[in-house]
């Protein structure tokens, strides 16, 4: 799966609105190779950092 970084913590953040986030972290757990696309082309905001921390340390684990 390729996806704009922007577009994912921008998914995230609204799946806490309508509490469906575990949901979409798991929609981007499943595929065996997740490119996050744009990565440090611009300034990620405060709040994703930890959406962002979460999805890499649960890949992570996932492949260990």
């Known amino acids: 799966m390729v996806t ?3 577009e994912l913590l921008h998914n995230l953040n609204a ?3 309508d509490n469906t986030y ?3 972290v ?3 757990l499943k595929p065996d190779l997740l490119v996050l696309d744009e ?3 611009k300034r990620l905001p405060g ?3 930890d959406d962002f921390f979460e999805i890499i340390s649960k890949r992570y684990k996932k492949g260990s």
Do not use: T, W
């Open 47 to 49: 709040y994703s950092a």
């Open 15 to 17: 799946a806490k609105v």
């Open 26 to 28: 798991d929609y981007y």
């Open 22 to 24: 575990y949901q979409k």
């Open 39 to 41: 990565l440090g082309f």
């Open 4 to 6: 704009p970084i922007s």
